[in-house]
């Protein structure tokens, strides 16, 4: 079709994305006091239960209690969020299977990359002893994918996180929102940090194998291509999503479903690339 028609189309997806974002947006400011505290975390494994099963549910402790068919799902928000951006998320994984989902609260007042990596290193740990597992799964949007990655790649965290899902995360750097450069994560965040530096060095034998998801409607990466992770040391695998806005990434269908392949994908890492439409 003629070029004009391609334009059209494109501005018609656009208008359909940010319509999305802004009743997102709505529906957000409404849930957001909900997942302002931190969640309650359930008791660990009692003693003599074997590792590999599970402490909770209807027949935890019991004869027909059976292995866990997936490793614990850690899920980690954006910059100035909080753990009620996951609600469908993680209504969508428990109902195909994942029974140990959980979300950490970083606090708004971190200015630091390196210390919330640090903090989600120590709640690994914890939840690693609390449900007697050796490794998890971390789902981490925006910020919160680049401070899972930081933990993998630079703090040794592989040897705990399995596969690490990112929506929408600024893995090259951003150049949006110039007006919040005053807070120092928003300064990190920029293509030119020291910490997006940090990242681009080699990271040779790291085990957490790397899916990022990247939209070619996402506001708040410029470029937008600055979400796909391209390393030359990690085992990584970009999705490219299209018509989905950057607030739309953790509570679209399309993705939850793209998220629980990549979860289930352990062996597989697939290509360099790949492409979906959830338009």
Known sequence: MPFPFSLFRSSAEAVRATALELAILAGH??????????????????????????SQGPLAGAAGDVPSPHPPVLLLHGFIDNRSVFVLLRRYLRQHGWRQVESLNYS??????????ELLGRHVEELCARTGRGRVDVVGHSLGGLIARY????????????????????????RAVPLLSAHPLVRQMRPD??????????????????VSFWSDLDQLMIPVETARLDHPDLRCRSV????????????????AAGIRQALMAEEAAGDASGAVSVA
Do not use: M, N, W
């Open 29 to 54: 400011v409404i849930l957001y006091p909900t997942g302002l505290a931190q969640e309650r975390r359930p008791p660990p494994v009692p003693p003599g239960v074997p590792l590999a099963r599970e």
């Open 193 to 210: 940090s020291p910490v997006i530096t940090e990242l681009a060095l080699p990271a040779k034998g790291c085990r957490t194998r790397f």
């Open 240 to 255: 490219r999503v299209s018509g989905v806005g950057h607030l739309a990434l953790p509570v679209h269908c399309g993705v």
């Open 108 to 117: 708004p007042l971190t200015c630091d990359i390196r210390t919330a990596a």
């Open 151 to 174: 933990y993998a790649q630079r703090l040794g965290g592989d040897a705990r996180i399995r596969t690490l899902v990112t929506l929408g995360t600024p893995h090259g750097g951003t």
